[in-house]
């Protein structure tokens, strides 16, 4: 199965040349590591910057540059920061190709769950709520269960939603999936992880139709 870096790697396939890209908290900010060669993509980040780079290298850090999960970051050339209100007018103005996004669950419809676990403190769901409504193209980064074993992707999400029947696409460490009007239709495997294994792993509907072929990393 792939570990965070490797679901990085294989959403990074997905970039096109010439999208601008909002990269959400967790998973999906790895991704501006492994930008195809070759590719044009602009990444921006809600808090107020267009044009991320990669991380930055250790003892060089900008501390004044971060991007929406106060991590620092590098800006490439001809980046562009300003305030969150012009960010916030990119994204309900739909100006974004592409939004890649962490989750704690997803249901079988499309709807995500990523902001609140019930009796934990947390500040509000932010930019995602935009970002869902506003997107037409939403990638899930996430892990296929939990630390305990259980589904994350499932018929009906228990966690309060996010955003409803929006997510187009999912990467877990176990597969690559398309949310469907039947469900979760397979279209990859993780190296060395089988359809029984990605069965047994998913509670919500899971279309599976001819050989699933294994991820290129």
Known sequence: MLDKTGIAKRIAQELQDGWYVNLGIGIPTLIANYVPEGLNVVFQSENGILGMGPFPIDG????????????????????????????????????????????????????????KIPGKMVKGMGGAMDLVASSDNI???????????????????????????????????????????????????????????????????LVIEGDIPEMKI
């Open 60 to 115: 060089e850090e900008d501390a004044d540059l971060i991007n929406a999960g106060k991590q620092t970051i590098t800006a490439l050339p001809g980046a562009a920061i300003f305030d969150s209100a012009m960010s916030f007018a990119m994204i309900r103005g739909k100006h974004i190709q592409l939004t890649v996004l962490g989750a704690m669950e997803v249901s079988d419809s499309g709807d995500i769950a990523n902001w």
């Open 139 to 205: 990638i899930v980064a996430m892990m296929h269960t939990n630390r305990k074993g259980h589904s994350k992707l499932l018929k009906q999400c228990s966690l309060p939603l996010t955003g409803v029947k929006c997510v187009k696409k999912i990467v877990t460490n176990l597969a690559v999936l398309d949310v469907t009007d039947q469900g979760f239709r397979l279209l990859e495997r993780a190296p060395g992880v089988s359809v029984e294994d990605i069965q047994a792993a998913t509670e919500g509907r």
